[in-house]
């Protein structure tokens, strides 16, 4: 499977949290040809499952199909589209951009004249769909409508990449390239892949999936942040450093068998790996270490700059090392 048509696909279809139909939509369709068998459970995570000969240990391997954007919640006489944020959104980042609903209906997402950069919050903010009035624009917008900055990506040199989302769809892309250099494999426990919903909202979906899955083993893939642009924060992760084995973020500390695990397959099969430690955020991985009895926990992280902006930049090399490095993981499992 190529990475970067993957995530071309997948980034050119709008669905933040909550309203991830369409992007599931899309997973479900990729996916079909290495799953024993797919579900769709009733908070909307994507649960596609390789069968083992039920003699092994489960293991859960995760990625979020949301994103973060943007709700209309009211339309001013005027026409332009006031909205609330869904996820964590940085106005700074966020300004200035072209951004597209649910609909197809294009507009460009801008601050209240005069407001100062420092000054940036929700409330300052508008869309403007080039409607003439209120009543213009209620023939294309409404109450409830969801806004995203566009989608797309970029390649820029050598197997760097830049748009969004990244975060998380290449996770998504990592999962399903595991998922296709699996399907030949036989496993002595269950393999499920699931495509989570809200986890830009709090990790939610991951939960009740973990919950009803009750896996042995979990790995997410998620986007971490990394230390290697200028003024950055020091940290040890950097584009084209490898597939970043995750030791703990704000939400979580990986389970320590996990980790060591695969560090030493990364250095026993020659696997590009760096060590993460992030100090800020979290992922899916907390929640799948702590529903129900509990799970050995760990992440295999894609470094990535300038998240939650419309220039996420990440090093496809690095994906494809979490590709390599998950699938290696699962081989020893059984």
């Given at each position: 499977m190529n990475i970067y048509t993957t995530l071309q696909k997948l980034c050119a279809c709008p669905s933040i949290s909550g309203?991830?139909?369409?992007?599931?939509?899309l997973l479900s369709e990729l996916m079909l040809p290495y799953a024993d068998e797919m579900r769709v459970d009733a908070l909307g995570n994507l649960i596609a499952k390789k069968n083992g000969k039920g003699e092994g240990e489960s293991i859960m391997l995760c990625a979020h199909m949301d994103e973060i954007g943007f709700l209309v919640n009211f339309i001013e006489d005027s026409g332009m589209i006031r909205v609330a944020t869904i996820g964590g959104i940085?106005?700074?980042?966020?300004?200035?951009?072209?951004?597209i609903?649910?609909?197809?209906?294009?507009?460009?997402?801008?601050?209240?004249?005069?407001?100062?950069?420092?000054d940036y919050k929700a409330d300052k903010f508008y869309i403007d769909v080039g409607a003439k009035n209120k009543k213009d624009a209620e023939r294309r917008v409404s109450i409830g409508d969801f806004f995203v900055a566009e989608g797309g990506v970029t390649k820029l040199m050598g197997k760097r990449v830049m748009g969004r989302p990244l975060d998380d769809r290449i996770g998504c892309a990592v999962l399903l390239d595991i998922a296709e250099k699996l399907k030949d494999t036989e496993t002595d426990g269950d393999v499920y892949y699931v495509f989570s919903v809200q986890e830009e909202v709090g990790c939610r979906g991951s939960m009740t999936a973990a919950f009803g899955i009750s896996p042995d083993y979990s790995l997410c893939f998620d986007v971490t942040g990394t230390g290697d642009t200028l003024g950055a924060t020091s940290m040890a992760c950097k584009?084209?450093?490898?597939?970043?084995?995750?030791?703990?973020?704000?939400?979580v500390i990986c389970s320590e068998e996990v980790v060591n695990t695969l560090c030493r397959i990364a250095e026993e099969k020659k696997i590009p790996y760096q060590r993460e430690i992030l100090t800020y955020g979290g992922t899916d991985t907390s929640s799948m270490q702590l529903s129900g009895a509990g799970s050995l926990a760990g992440a295999l992280s894609i470094p990535t700059r300038y998240i939650h902006s419309g220039?996420?930049?990440?090093?496809?090399?690095?994906?494809?090392?979490?590709?390599?490095?998950?699938v290696e993981f699962v081989k020893e499992l059984n």
């Open positions: 309203r991830e139909d369409n992007i599931r939509g940085s106005f700074s980042a966020s300004a200035f951009t072209s951004v609903s649910e609909k197809g209906v294009r507009g460009a997402l801008v601050p209240e004249d005069k407001t100062k950069p420092a584009l084209g450093g490898g597939a970043a084995v995750k030791i703990k973020d704000s939400s220039v996420e930049t990440c090093d496809l090399a690095d994906a494809e090392a979490c590709v390599a490095l998950a």
